[in-house]
């Protein structure tokens, strides 16, 4: 079958691969219909991830339908039509049973080569290197999906198109439970580092979760834009303005009561010692320096080592709350359908590329390097 696979630091390729197999009686094989990339899959792309190797298929954002599954599935069944989380979890131990399932403890086989080189050992992933289990990924033409029952949603509601709840398997609860994770409050003002996709979700969810204002932050007119076009929300251009004194003047000093830090580890390409914003603060540091005093910073943006200059003093003495980690998907996925069926958001309005899976390669390098107005992109296989 056809696949994205992973060959070293900018080299992606379409390869023909092994299809999948039911290894578990509680794996269940799906047969791809949509897949995206997102922006964790540029920290591979960019070879920050340790535990990766050559030939592993990639992707985590699959959706489609069930072609076969293992004696011990009892959800799903052949024909059912689901989006796959990207967090993989057993549902039986005692994070996933805390609803914190991107923790997991079981999913890992790989758990002691994570702990050795990130100091713990999270929840496997779909398509994120060995030490996050070496699982293959959704950028193929089948998956196959342990714990078949815990993870996957039906979406049995025909009217909705794949581009419509495709986003449920990563981005919006990401962006959501990021809103979550500012605990914001009615009144808020909520400051969102990076507008692309997961600052896109975060931004509209927190204008659902009640914030007064939000002001989103990026250099990128057409994801600017694109925050500026939902709702009231401000924005800043980082290269043009200096972003704490925007926060400051928009808030009479105070800083805002939420910052959102949806940019990652992509930090290391515009923030301080990169080649292009060698004095630029990191987003994390411009966070803490502006967010209130006793505020909330969250963190959805993906971090994977240690980073310099962590700002501990002022985050102490501020008095801060964090939040972060990677999205409890399934936690999300009910309620999250329930709101693209009510009609109160459409994640399909990101998409701004649509292509087949053979086109993967040279979508990376734009996606990588938002050239061509590239936000979001959605491959069939
Ligand atoms: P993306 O790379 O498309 O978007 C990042 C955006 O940040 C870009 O628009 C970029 O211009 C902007 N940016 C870069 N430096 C900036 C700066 N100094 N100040 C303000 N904006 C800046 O990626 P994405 O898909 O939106 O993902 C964003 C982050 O969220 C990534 O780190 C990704 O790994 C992470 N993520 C986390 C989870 C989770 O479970 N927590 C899930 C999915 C993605
Ligand atoms: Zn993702």
Not at 144 to 169: C, M, T, W, Y
Not at 215 to 240: P, Q
Not at 261 to 290: I, M, N, W
Request: glycine residues 10%.
């Amino acid at each position: 079958m056809d696949a994205l696979t992973w060959h070293g630091e900018g080299d992606v390729r379409l390869e023909d691969v092994p299809k999948p197999e039911i290894e578990e009686p509680t794996d269940a094989i799906i047969e791809v219909t949509a897949t995206a990339i997102c922006g964790s899959d540029l920290h591979l792309y960019n070879d920050f991830m340790p535990g990766m190797q050559e030939g592993d298929v990639l992707g985590h954002e699959p959706m489609g339908e069930i072609v076969e599954v293992g004696d011990d599935v009892d959800e799903l069944r052949e024909g059912d039509r689901v989006v796959v989380p990207f967090t993989i979890s057993c549902g039986d131990c005692w994070f996933c049973e805390n609803d914190l399932y991107s923790l997991c403890d079981e999913t890992n086989p790989n758990a002691e080569m994570a702990k050795e080189a990130m100091g713990h050992s999270p929840a496997g992933l779909f398509g994120f290197s060995h030490t996050l289990g070496g699982y293959d990924g959704g950028q193929a033409e089948y998956l196959r999906v342990p714990h078949a029952d815990v993870g996957p949603i039906k979406v049995e509601n025909d009217s909705l198109s794949d581009q419509e709840v495709l986003f449920l398997s990563d981005i919006f609860p990401t962006g959501y439970m990021a809103a979550e994770n500012a605990e914001i409050d009615d009144g808020d003002t909520v400051a969102v580092w990076g507008c692309g996709p997961v600052g896109q979700f975060a931004i509209r969810s927190a204008w659902m979760l009640g914030a007064e204002r939000v002001i989103a932050v990026d250099r990128i007119d057409e994801r600017l834009e694109m925050a500026e076009g939902h709702a009231d929300t401000e924005v800043i251009d980082y290269e043009e303005e200096d972003v704490y004194d925007r926060l400051m003047d928009a808030t009479d000093d105070r800083g805002p009561d939420g910052c959102i830090d949806a940019v990652g580890s992509e930090a290391h390409h515009t923030c301080a010692g990169s080649h292009d914003e060698p004095d630029r603060p990191y987003v994390l540091q411009e966070a803490v320096k502006s967010c209130r005093k006793g505020g909330t910073l969250s963190i959805p943006g993906v971090y994977i080592d240690e980073m310099d200059g962590a700002p501990m003093g002022p985050l102490m003495n501020k008095a801060l709350t964090v939040n972060t980690g990677q999205t409890h998907v399934q936690a999300y996925l009910d309620p999250l359908l329930k709101r693209i069926e009510g009609g109160e958001i459409d994640p399909s309005a990101i998409i701004t590329h649509e292509a087949d899976l053979a086109d993967g390669p040279d979508l990376y390098d734009t996606f990588n390097d938002k050239e061509d107005d590239c936000i979001k992109v959605v491959m069939t296989p």
